[in-house]
């Protein structure tokens, strides 16, 4: 099994800054894409930035600028950062990962963290 542990959220004034950690750990063969989601209740998850295993990265355009995704491949772990943070950007965060395990024998499954909570008071 493979687990995803965020970390970093927090309540923050208009215009601050988080960064959000992700740590990817368990039966871990290989990783393909790793994103960002947010949520807030009630309504559907949305993706907020994914960085794929080539490098590409892709952002929603209500971040593009201000939130920058990377990862350390040797750490598994994702990164988040987040500036210039405004009210609308209040979600839990999510991290998802598309991982390959030794038990699977490759094959690729969407993994997904528990969430982390990010306020931003205007």
Not at 46 to 58: E, F, K, N, P, Q
Request: proline share 2%; with cysteine; glycine share 10%.
């Amino acid at each position: 099994q493979v687990q995803l542990v965020e970390s970093g959220g927090g309540l923050v004034q208009t215009g601050g800054s988080l960064r959000l950690s992700c740590v990817a750990s368990g039966d871990i063969l290989s990783i393909k894409t790793m994103a960002w989601f947010r949520q807030d209740p009630g309504k559907q998850r949305d993706l907020v930035a994914a960085v794929l295993s080539s490098g590409t990265r892709d952002y929603a355009d209500s971040v593009l600028g201000r939130f920058t995704i990377s990862k350390d491949a040797a750490k598994n772990t994702l990164y988040l950062e987040m500036n210039s943070l405004k009210p609308e950007d209040t979600a839990d965060y999510f991290c998802a990962a598309d991982v390959a395990t030794h038990s699977s024998r490759g094959r690729f499954t969407y993994y997904w963290g528990q969430g982390t909570e990010v306020t931003v008071s205007s």
